[in-house]
C-alpha cells in the first residue's frame, strides 16, 4: 500500500537505499572476519616434533601445513576429519564447535568461535592461522573449472632453485684405481642440486602441477637406455575435488590416506612427539596430489572417488618404475633368469651402480577402497582391497633376521577400518591381511575426560610375516612388520599459562631384527612441561628416554647375547617474539646413551636463533655449538630454510654450526632467497666419508631461491 504513493523516480531511490542497505550489511559481516595473524611454520613443526628426525617428511608435513594457511578452514563447512587433521583442536573442543553450529545456525563472524565453550585464548590463537568464517552459500564461486584454474590467483606459482657444497667431495675428484687396476667409482654429474616447482591450486577445489630436481652428482642428460630424460626426478599431477558426486579425481602422482594409515598412507603422518594425543590417530583423507621430491613411496596412474548417498567408492590403478639391484640366478641347471636382491630407496642416480638400478623395475598397483559415513558423520566404516605385483621376483638374501620377509612376486592385503564419535572419545581401529596369512591391526581412541585433560591410547600388533608396502601406521619401527605394543598419552593445562604433556609406549619385537638375534623388547617415554608467561615469550623443557635391546658388541662366543641400550635425551627452550619485528630461539639439547653396563657417552648442543625484519628483508640467523662424544649422540636440530626445503643435519663431533637465511621481497609477486651454513670441526683433518669426504675441517654450503607468483 505504501508503494502505491510513491513516484516512479521515488521507485528507483528506495531500490537503490535497500541495495545499498543489504550490501552494507554484508560487507559488514564480511569485515568482521579477523584478519588471519601470519604463522611461523618452521615453530609450528617444531612444536609437534619433540626430537627432530632424518626419517621424517617434513616436505609433506610443511606442504599441509602452508596449504592450510593459503586456502583456510571455513568453519561452517568444515568437516570432522577437516578439524581433526589440523592437530590444534580436541575432541571436546570439536563437538561444541559442531554442536554450536546445530543449535545455532552457521557461524556469522570468527569472533562468534570465543562464545563457544572449551575454546580458550590459547586454542584460538593457534586456530585463526589455518580457518576463517563466511557464511555458507554466499561466496559461492559458480564459475566453470576452466575459469577458475586460470584466473586463479591466491596459489599459482614457480620456483626455481640451487644449492651447493662450495667445497670439493672425493665424488667430484679424478678416479683412482683399487688394487686390481681398476677405477674407482666416481659421480658421473656436477656439483649442485637444481629444483624446479610449479604449482597452481585452490584447497577442495583443484590443483595442477610439475616438479623437477636434479641432485648433486647427477648428470642433465637424454639417455632411453638408463631412463633419464634430462633432470633425474620428474612428477607431475593433475586433481580436481568436489565436483558433484566425483569427490576427487587425481591423474599422474599421488597419494592415497584411509583407515590408520595400516596399508595406504600418504601426507600429515606425525606419530609420536610432543603433541601426545591428537596425532596418534590418523583421517580419511583420501586421494591426495603428490607434490614432494622424494622419489619412492607414492603412487603413478589414476585414481578416483565417487559417491552414492552415504557411500564413498575409490578405485585406483598406478604403475611406477623402481629402483632395484638386479642380479641373474647362478643355476645352469635351468634358464638365468633376473630377479630383485634390494631395493634402492635413496633416489640418487650419481655413480654407475646407482644408474644401473635406477627404474629397472616396475610396480603395478591396484585397489580399491569402500567407504560408508553415517548421516552425522559420528560413524565411519570402510574396506581396502590392494594387490601389487612387480615385474621380477624379489628374492632377499638369505638371513635369518629376514626369514619371514617379503619374497616374491605378488602380495595382496584385504582390510577393514572404523571409527566411532561417542561424545567427547573417538574410537577407531583397522585391521589387514596380507597374501602371507600375517595380520596386521591398530585400534584406540582419543577423548577429553575433562576441557583441561586429554587421554589417548593406541594399541598395535603386527605379525612377522605381515607385508604392508605402504602403510605407516603409529609403531617403534619403521615399518609395520614384527611389533606388539601399547601407547598411551596425556595432556593437561592445570593453569592457564601451564601445559602439561607425556606419553609411554611399551613394545616387543616377536622375531629377530637387525642386530637383535633374538626377540626384543623396550620402552619410551616422553614428558614435556610449557609455560607461555606472554603471547610473546613461552619456556619448555622435555625429557626422553628410550630403551631398546641389541646385540651385545665385541662378543667373541658362538651366541649373540642382548643387551639394553638406553638414549636419553633433554631439551630446554625459550621463544621470544616481538610481533614483525624480533624474534629469538635459545635451546639447548643434551644427550647420554649407554649400552649395558659399559661407559656413559654424551653430546649436547647450544643453539641461539635470531630473526629479525628490516623494510622488505627477513633475516633468520644461527649461532650454534656441539660437543658429542660419539655417533650415538647426535643432534639433530632443525633449521630455518627457504620455502618448502628443509635441513634438519645431525650435529655430531666437536664443533660450531651457523647460518644466515635472508628473504627478500622485491615486489608483491616475487620472493628472493638467500641461504648460507657452514659445520666447522674441531680435532678433525676430514668431514664426511666415502664418495661425500671433503677434505679439511669445514663444510659450507649456498642455496638460492626464487618464487615468482602469477
Do not use: C
Not at 601445513?65 to 590444534?88: C, G, I, K
Not at 630436481?213 to 633432470?231: H, I, N
Amino acid at each position: 500500500m505504501f508503494s502505491y504513493f510513491l513516484s516512479k523516480q521515488q521507485h528507483k531511490l528506495l531500490a537503490l537505499f535497500i541495495v545499498l542497505l543489504v550490501g552494507s550489511f554484508f560487507s559488514t559481516v564480511r569485515a568482521q572476519d579477523y584478519p588471519r595473524p601470519a604463522i611461523d611454520i618452521d615453530n609450528f613443526i617444531q612444536e609437534l616434533f619433540s626430537v627432530q628426525s632424518e626419517d621424517i617428511n617434513y616436505e609433506d608435513v610443511y606442504e599441509t601445513l602452508f596449504q592450510f594457511y593459503r586456502s583456510p578452514l571455513n568453519l561452517n563447512t568444515a568437516s570432522r576429519e577437516d578439524l581433526e587433521s589440523l592437530f590444534v583442536l580436541s575432541e571436546l573442543q570439536i563437538n561444541s564447535l559442531l554442536k554450536h553450529i546445530n543449535i545455532n545456525g552457521k557461524l556469522l563472524s570468527i569472533y562468534e568461535i570465543q562464545a563457544i565453550p572449551h575454546f580458550d585464548a590459547t586454542t584460538i590463537y593457534r586456530l585463526l592461522p589455518f580457518v576463517f568464517v563466511r557464511p555458507a552459500g554466499l561466496y559461492i564461486d559458480a564459475r566453470p573449472l576452466w575459469q577458475r584454474i586460470l584466473r586463479e590467483r591466491e596459489s599459482n606459482y614457480l620456483i626455481l632453485r640451487y644449492d651447493r657444497v662450495l667445497q670439493k667431495k672425493k665424488g667430484f675428484t679424478p678416479a683412482d684405481t683399487n688394487s686390481k687396476g681398476e677405477p674407482n667409482s666416481r659421480y658421473a654429474g656436477s656439483p649442485g642440486r637444481m629444483y624446479t616447482r610449479y604449482r597452481i591450486s585452490h584447497r577442495k577445489d583443484f590443483s595442477l602441477g610439475f616438479t623437477v630436481e636434479k641432485d648433486d652428482g647427477e648428470q642433465l642428460t637424454w639417455d632411453t637406455r638408463t631412463r633419464r630424460y634430462g633432470a633425474d626426478f620428474l612428477s607431475f599431477h593433475a586433481f580436481v575435488e568436489n565436483q558433484g558426486r566425483l569427490k576427487a579425481l587425481a591423474l599422474g602422482d599421488y597419494q592415497l590416506q584411509f583407515g590408520q594409515s595400516l596399508l595406504l598412507a600418504g601426507g600429515f603422518n606425525i606419530g609420536k612427539g610432543a603433541e601426545t594425543v591428537q596425532t596418534i590417530r590418523r583421517s580419511n583423507l583420501g586421494i591426495r596430489p603428490y607434490t614432494s621430491t622424494l622419489e619412492s613411496g607414492f603412487f603413478r596412474g589414476v585414481a578416483a572417488t565417487y559417491q552414492f548417498n552415504r557411500i564413498e567408492v575409490t578405485g585406483f590403478y598406478s604403475y611406477n618404475l623402481m629402483d632395484a639391484n638386479v642380479l641373474n640366478s647362478g643355476d645352469t641347471l635351468s634358464q638365468t633368469e633376473a630377479f630383485i636382491q634390494s631395493f634402492q630407496t635413496s633416489g640418487f642416480h650419481r655413480t654407475a651402480t646407482e644408474i644401473n638400478a635406477k627404474g629397472n623395475i616396475g610396480e603395478r598397483i591396484v585397489g580399491s577402497n569402500v567407504l560408508y559415513r553415517s548421516k552425522d558423520r559420528n560413524f565411519q566404516a570402510g574396506a581396502i582391497m590392494l594387490h601389487t605385483r612387480y615385474s621380477k621376483e624379489l628374492k632377499r638374501e638369505d638371513r635369518i633376521y629376514n626369514r619371514f620377509e617379503f619374497n616374491g612376486q605378488e602380495n595382496y592385503n584385504l582390510g577393514a577400518h572404523l571409527s566411532y564419535n561417542w561424545q567427547n572419545f573417538t574410537f577407531f581401529g583397522e585391521g589387514a591381511q596380507s597374501k602371507s596369512g600375517g595380520r596386521g591391526a591398530v585400534a584406540g581412541f582419543v577423548s577429553s575426560l575433562a576441557p583441561h585433560i586429554e587421554l589417548a591410547m593406541l594399541y598395535r600388533n603386527f605379525d612377522k610375516n605381515f607385508h604392508s608396502f605402504y602403510g605407516s601406521a603409529l609403531g617403534e619401527g619403521s615399518r609395520n612388520i614384527n611389533e606388539e605394543g601399547i601407547y598411551w598419552g596425556i595432556k593437561v593445562r592445570p593453569f592457564k599459562k601451564i601445559q602439561l604433556a607425556a606419553y609411554y609406549d611399551r613394545f616387543r619385537f616377536p622375531w629377530l631384527r637387525f642386530q637383535a638375534d633374538a626377540p626384543s623388547s623396550g620402552h619410551e617415554f616422553l614428558a614435556r612441561a610449557s609455560y607461555k608467561f606472554s603471547r610473546q615469550v613461552q619456556l619448555f623443557g622435555q625429557y626422553r628416554e628410550e630403551v631398546k635391546q641389541k646385540n651385545q658388541p665385541n662378543n667373541s662366543s658362538n651366541i649373540d647375547f642382548l643387551i639394553n641400550t638406553t638414549r636419553r635425551n633433554y631439551i630446554i627452550n625459550l621463544n621470544y617474539r616481538m610481533p614483525r619485528t624480533l624474534t629469538l630461539h635459545s635451546r639447548l639439547q643434551m644427550s647420554s646413551y649407554q649400552e649395558g653396563d659399559m661407559p656413559i657417552t654424551q653430546g649436547y648442543a647450544l643453539v641461539q636463533d635470531v630473526g629479525f625484519k628490516v623494510g622488505k628483508f627477513t633475516i633468520d640467523i644461527r649461532f650454534s655449538l656441539f660437543d658429542t662424544e660419539d655417533f650415538n649422540n647426535r643432534q639433530y636440530v632443525f633449521e630455518k630454510d627457504v620455502l618448502w626445503a628443509f635441513s634438519i643435519p645431525a650435529y655430531s663431533g666437536v664443533g660450531f654450526r651457523n647460518y644466515a637465511l635472508v628473504r627478500y621481497r622485491l615486489s608483491r609477486k616475487i620472493n628472493i632467497w638467500l641461504r648460507y651454513a657452514q659445520f666447522s670441526y674441531r680435532n678433525q683433518n676430514t668431514v664426511g666419508s666415502g664418495l661425500e669426504e671433503i677434505q679439511g675441517s669445514v663444510r659450507s654450503e649456498i642455496k638460492a631461491q626464487v618464487r615468482i607468483k602469477f
